[in-house]
Each structure stands twice: as structure tokens, then as C-alpha cells.
């Protein structure tokens, strides 16, 4: 039920696009309608709030506190609007749609090709990808799953675990590509993630060295960058070995250390009680964690 306060999606937009050119006349050019119809809107909205959205300046639209008050939440309804009229046309040609979310790197080397074969599987379904960093809260997200790292919780479905293995291109290695001791490696450039600036200290007290040397070289958020970043011989990188394999066996990178580290935060399939009656979900899971 709309209220009588509540404005319509044609005053909103008239106010935005009014706020963002600072006029009436250049609000109309872009929404294809005439100046009276741009102003009839913003009076509309202006007494259907009580309160004034603009001050009138010099033939300018200038906001007043109320109208930056409002801008910033009517900007993002409507792009939350446009967002949602997306999603609902990838629906297009398809029966189901999955909204996931996944970390980048791992989404993109080990998630993104086994989403690829499932298509030649059940074309009906497509996806709806996001990434992120952090832990999804299903109760706040639109997402029927995610695909994360961390310590396996009742109901999710363990992906791969998370070996870290040290690499390098090969002629960074003053062995010639060949594995070097840990007092070797802590000498070369050794490639940080910002998001995780405990792996390297960890590596180096796991091999009984004081990892107090170890916090120099550059700094990366993401494991894709990291990796950019070796293969370019920038450093060497401390990296999941599930995200590297293909590069090692090609050639791009090289062990740098016959050592690997396990961690306890294996990869994961996590996801909210109400996917489990979401029949694309169920298929897609359970072909999922047949894939090797």
C-alpha cells in the first residue's frame, strides 16, 4: 500500500536528475519530457513532503538540507530499482537464476569454469554473480549461496581444502627455477596480502625462523593480484596451491619451496535454509560436489 507521502518513481526521478544538472530545463533534455513536466514533478514531491527541495538561484536549482537529505536515498532507490530490473531480464531465455557470491580470485580460477560445464548441463539455469571479501549475511543479501573461506559451519559443504604453497617465476629464482630453503626465500621481495598479513609470519614460524624480516615487499588485496604480481617477478607469493596449479604445470610459476602449508579455513559452499527448497540450488550443489 502506497501512502499519501510516499513519492511516485517520476517525482523521484525528476528531483535526481533536477539535483545532479542543477536544472529544470537540462532535467527534461535527459528524461525526454518538457520543462513544465520536469517542474509539475518537483512541485508535486516538494508539497507532498511539506518541506523545500531546492532553493531557486539565479535561474539554478540549488538543494536545500532537506533536498540533500533526500538525494542521497533516492539516488539509491533508483539504481537499486535499475538493479533489480536487470535481474529480472537475465531471467531471459532461462528457467532459474542463482544469485551467488564468491571470492574473487577463487571465483575466477576454480568456481568460474565449473559453472561453465554446469551450463552444458542445465542451460535452463544461468547465474547472478557477485564477489566479495567478507562473510555473506544471507538475512540482509538477495544471494541463494556463497562460496567462502572459513571454519565449516553445521550445513556447508566443504569445496577444496586451502594448502599455501610458495611460487615464483623461474627467473626469479637465483636457483634457476629450482625450490629454495626458507632462509633463502625470506632474502627475495616477498609479496603481501593486505586482506591477510599474517600468511608470510605464519609460513616462516611454521619453518621454526624468526619471521621478523618478513613484512617487506608489495602489498596486494586480492590473490589475482598477488599472482600478477610473481608472475611479472615482482616477489615471490604465498598462495593456495588450488588457485596456482595450472599456472606450475604451464610453466608461468615455480615452486620456490618443497614445503606447503595446510591452513583450517578450507573453502566452502554456504548458503541459507530456504535454498534447500529452490530446486536449481539443490541440482546445482549436488553436481558441484561431484566435480573433482
Known amino acids: 500500500m502506497r501512502h499519501a507521502y510516499t513519492p511516485s518513481f ?3 526521478q525528476a528531483f535526481v536528475v533536477s539535483a545532479e544538472s542543477g536544472s529544470a530545463t537540462q532535467a527534461a533534455t535527459v528524461l525526454g519530457l518538457t520543462q513544465s513536466a520536469v517542474s509539475r514533478s518537483i512541485n508535486t514531491l516538494e508539497a507532498r513532503l511539506g518541506v523545500k527541495l531546492f532553493h531557486r538561484v539565479r535561474r539554478r536549482l540549488v538543494l536545500s538540507d532537506a ?3 533526500l538525494l542521497r536515498d ?6 537499486d530499482l535499475d538493479q533489480t530490473a536487470l535481474t529480472v531480464m537475465s531471467f531471459g531465455g532461462h528457467r532459474d537464476v542463482l544469485r ?3 571470492l574473487p580470485t577463487f571465483g575466477a580460477v576454480w568456481l568460474m569454469p565449473r559453472l561453465a560445464r554446469f551450463a552444458e548441463v542445465a542451460p535452463e539455469v544461468t547465474f547472478d554473480m557477485a564477489t566479495t571479501l567478507a562473510l555473506v549475511d544471507f538475512e540482509q543479501g538477495p544471494f541463494d549461496f556463497a562460496v567462502i573461506r572459513g571454519r565449516q559451519r553445521p550445513g556447508d559443504v566443504v569445496l577444496a581444502e586451502e594448502r599455501l604453497v610458495v611460487v615464483a617465476a623461474p627467473n626469479l629464482l637465483p636457483s634457476g627455477g629450482k625450490p629454495l630453503a626458507d632462509k633463502d626465500l625470506a632474502r627475495l621481495p616477498l609479496l603481501q596480502q593486505s586482506t591477510r598479513p599474517n600468511l608470510w609470519r605464519d609460513w616462516f614460524l611454521d619453518a621454526g625462523l624468526d619471521p621478523i624480516t618478513i613484512a617487506r615487499g608489495a602489498r596486494f588485496e586480492q590473490f589475482g593480484m598477488v599472482l600478477a604480481a610473481a608472475r611479472a617477478g615482482m616477489g615471490v607469493a604465498l598462495v593456495p596451491e588450488v588457485l596456482v596449479a595450472d ?4 610453466g608461468a610459476l615455480c615452486l ?3 614445503r606447503s602449508m595446510l591452513t583450517d579455513t578450507p573453502y566452502l559452499l554456504s548458503y541459507p535454509p530456504r535454498s534447500e527448497e529452490v530446486a536449481a540450488f539443490r541440482t546445482f550443489r549436488d553436481w558441484l560436489v561431484r566435480q573433482p
Open 100 to 102: 551467488l557470491a564468491a
Open 247 to 250: 599456472e606450475i604445470a604451464g
Open 10 to 12: 517520476h517525482e523521484l
Open 256 to 258: 620456490a619451496s618443497t
Open 67 to 69: 533536498g540533500r537529505a
Open 74 to 79: 533516492a539516488s539509491r532507490l533508483l539504481a
